[in-house]
């Protein structure tokens, strides 16, 4: 069993950055490829961006490339998504994900762990 805890979110202003930090438990953390998913009212949960398991391999979603950074710690048991250049848009509850796979954790279907999620508000 993995549990996933988010952290970091917050209010902040257009331009503004923020960290979002996942912490978890268990001793098979570097097993798993990490993800970050976001969602907002009335939508599907979106892919955000992903980091393969030895944090060699990263991805991510076409509306944040270039302003958000995924990256992880195994030594510490947590990944992060550094998010540069804030937009209104990014407003959302933004969760952590695990999959077995790189690929795999870019769909919401194939994720094997959630986080319960921390929310990010981005004021115009």
């Known amino acids: 069993q993995v549990q996933l805890v988010e952290s970091g979110g917050g209010l902040v202003q257009t331009g503004d950055s923020l960290r979002l930090s996942c912490s978890t438990s268990g001793r098979t953390f570097s097993s798993y490829a990490m993800g970050w998913f976001r969602q907002v009212p009335d939508k599907e949960r979106e892919f955000v961006a992903a980091?393969?398991?030895?944090?060699?391999?990263?991805s991510y979603a076409d509306s944040v490339k270039g302003r958000f950074t995924i990256s992880k710690d195994n030594a510490k048991n947590t990944v992060y998504l550094q998010m540069n250049s804030l937009r209104p848009e990014d407003t959302a509850v933004y969760y952590c994900a695990a999959a077995t796979t790189t690929s795999a954790v870019r769909r919401s279907a194939d994720i094997n762990y959630w986080g319960k999620g921390t929310l990010v508000t981005v004021s115009s």
């Open positions: 980091i393969s398991r030895g944090g060699s391999i990263t």
